[in-house]
């Protein structure tokens, strides 16, 4: 599986951005789905992740009620809806894709298989 990050930019504190992780592979609809972020100087956490049907979701607290993971698999896709954006989420922005599909233990860097490049997301003061 290959994974394409994109979406980032920069944005002003209060503003939104939508990034998307499109993937390659006839089984994407399998996998448990995650977004990581890593800030500069800091080490890689866990953001949001997504159960392969989508009926179950995950966020740091961090950003509940701001952000929202969901996924698109008729077109291998996967989303991070980020709203009321500021400035510490400032950050390279991942998305990952564990194979077996787990439920549990997805806020684990170790848990996913495979890694999308990373888009970068500046949010200003």
């Known amino acids: 599986v290959q994974l394409q990050a994109s979406g980032g930019g920069l944005v002003q504190a209060g503003g939104s951005l939508r990034l998307s992780c499109a993937a390659s592979?006839?089984?994407?609809?399998?996998?448990?789905l995650g977004w990581f972020r890593q800030a500069p100087g800091k080490e890689r956490e866990f953001v949001a992740a997504?159960?392969?049907?989508?009926?179950?979701?995950y966020n740091a607290d961090s950003v509940k009620g701001r952000f929202t993971i969901s996924r698109d698999n008729a077109k291998n896709t996967v989303y991070l809806q980020m709203n009321s954006l500021k400035p510490e989420d400032t950050a390279v922005y991942y998305c990952?894709?564990?194979?077996?599909?787990?439920?549990?233990?997805?806020?684990?860097?170790?848990?996913?298989?495979?890694w999308g490049q990373g888009t970068l997301v500046t949010v200003s003061s």
């Open positions: 990952a894709a564990d194979q077996d599909s787990r439920t549990f233990g997805l806020r684990r860097i170790d848990v996913y298989d495979y």
């Open positions: 592979g006839r089984t994407f609809s399998s996998y448990t």
């Open positions: 997504i159960t392969r049907s989508g009926g179950v979701t």
